[in-house]
């Protein structure tokens, strides 16, 4: 069964530093690989997704992530946070031919200025 | 705006009630999925519909059910209510089915059973 693995509940940064939230997969196969950002009272919104080729894919916001087969990783990285990216992130694996998705347990980060 | 939306915004019940959350798609999109947020059990999928038909089902108990109607919105219906069934309650939809075609997700229903 297909599961994932983010292993940080909270991360806090400075306002400017880099950011990377963790997230590990288990499936078989290569899956389809998303991040998710959740604002408070909001729902889920894309960041970015990953499918196959280019393993460093960019998103939305100034984030990307990386596809590393090796270490069933798709981390997530930023190289300078800003105050507004203070969110609840989720990753989220789905099968090429299935129709559900299933979710980390979600990373809050907390941004100080 | 991701342009699904879901009513009520809030929803407070009683033990063994019933109620029926809505959500209307984005224009366009056959697909809608739910999904259940609770604080022990973390995000998860409870059941999709495809233009009109139930194409994947997940964690959804037996005093759940869906349906997706002809003009594409879709109700979640909550039986017998126990106190673990609060949780925020998503909608999400997708112009066609399948993890490639990306999920727009509503703002939720919040739910409290006491």
């Known amino acids: 069964a297909q599961s994932v693995t983010q292993p940080d509940i909270h991360i806090t940064v400075s306002e400017g530093a880099s950011l990377e939230l963790r997230c590990n997969y288990s499936?078989?196969?290569?899956?389809?690989l998303f991040w998710y950002v959740q604002s408070p009272g909001q729902g889920l919104q894309l960041l970015l997704k990953?499918?196959?080729?280019?393993?460093l894919v960019q998103g939305i916001k100034g984030f990307e992530a990386e596809f590393k087969r090796s270490q069933s990783s798709f981390n997530l990285r930023k190289p300078s946070v800003h105050w507004s990216d203070a969110a609840e992130y989720f990753c989220?694996?789905?099968?090429?031919?299935?129709?559900?998705?299933?979710f980390g347990a979600g990373t809050i980060l907390r941004v100080k200025s | 705006d991701s342009g699904v939306t879901q009513t009520p915004k809030h929803l407070i019940t009683a033990t063994g009630q019933r109620v029926t959350l809505r959500c209307s798609p984005r224009s366009g999109d056959l697909s809608v999925y739910w999904y259940q947020q609770s604080l022990d059990q973390g995000l998860q999928f409870l059941i999709q519909y495809y233009n009109g038909e139930e194409r994947a089902k997940g964690n959804i108990l037996e005093r759940f059910s869906a349906q997706q109607f002809p003009d594409l919105h879709s109700e979640l219906n909550l039986s017998s209510l126990e106190l673990g069934d609060s949780a925020l309650y998503f909608c999400?939809?997708?112009?066609?089915?399948?993890?490639?075609?990306?999920?727009?997700f509503g703002p939720g229903t919040r739910l409290t059973v006491t």
């Open positions: 990953y499918f196959s080729g280019d393993t």
């Open positions: 989220a694996v789905g099968h090429p031919h299935g129709n559900k998705l299933v």
């Open positions: 499936y078989g196969a290569t899956p389809y």
């Open positions: 999400a939809s997708s112009v066609d089915t399948g993890p490639s075609y990306e999920q727009y």
